[in-house]
T-cell receptor, first 114, second 112 residues
Framework: DTGVSQNPRHKITKRGQNVTFRCDPI?????LYWYRQTLGQGPEFLTY????????KSRLLSDRFSAERPKGSFSTLEIQRTEQGDSAMYLC????????????FGPGTRLTVL | RKEVEQDPGPFNVPEGATVAFNCTYS??????FFWYRQDCRKEPKLLMS???SGNEDGRFTAQLNRASQYISLLIRDSKLSDSATYLC?????????????FGQGTELSVKP
């Protein structure tokens, strides 16, 4: 399967714990995006990378959130000291640079914070 | 005010019905426009791009009015398999990261 993959698919954690998610984009895609989707809402932009550079972070991304893409390939999103409000689907998408670059989404990681 | 606003749902229609979704956007830097489909607990998938000239893909027709910042999607002869959430999406320019701005989605349920 050459699509975007995300791991884990589901994560249940207790409030206050740290969690880390991984996204593997389509191999030749140089842009990688993270979005968050809560129940009944559309996905909201969190951050994006072009190659290994993190070029923008949304104000939704508090200090407890950090994202990396160390070699311009896979990316990780870490949430420290999780809160119940962090419960959501975390979606990763990748694309080629350019206006026509369609973003392809991974299956998402569903986080539940108890 | 949300950057992309859609009709509140859900829409419950019988098979064979025609259903129309409307969407407005506020960011004038929006460069391209799409409808995505999202099945329950799945990732969004691109349904179709939207152009000012209007475009059609089988039973689906999308239209963009840049002057009024309005996007529409028409589904004709709806099928049970059309049941899903439809997301109106704008893509910002390359200089703004090309990120996608989603509406809240409109749920469609097609009944036999």
């Amino acid at each position: 399967d050459t699509g975007v993959s995300q791991n884990p698919r589901h994560k249940i954690t207790k409030r206050g714990q740290n969690v880390t998610f991984r996204c593997d984009p389509i191999s030749e895609h140089n842009r990688l995006y993270w979005y968050r989707q809560t129940l009944g809402q559309g996905p909201e932009f969190l951050t994006y990378f072009q190659n290994e550079a993190q070029l923008e972070k949304s104000r939704l991304l508090s200090d407890r959130f950090s994202a990396e893409r160390p070699k311009g390939s896979f990316s990780t999103l870490e949430i420290q000291r999780t809160e119940q409000g962090d419960s959501a689907m975390y979606l990763c998408a990748s694309s080629l640079v350019g206006l026509a670059g369609e973003q392809f989404f991974g299956p998402g990681t569903r986080l539940t914070v108890l | 005010r949300k950057e992309v606003e859609q009709d509140p749902g859900p829409f419950n229609v019988p098979e064979g019905a025609t259903v129309a979704f409307n969407c407005t956007y506020s960011n004038s830097a929006s460069q391209s426009f799409f409808w995505y489909r999202q099945d329950c607990r799945k990732e969004p998938k691109l349904l179709m791009s939207v152009y000012s000239s209007g475009n059609e893909d089988g039973r689906f027709t999308a239209q963009l009015n840049r002057a009024s910042q309005y996007i529409s999607l028409l589904i004709r002869d709806s099928k049970l398999s059309d049941s899903a959430t439809y997301l109106c999406v704008v893509k910002l320019s390359y200089n703004q990261g090309g990120k996608l701005i989603f509406g809240q989605g409109t749920e469609l349920s097609v009944k036999p």
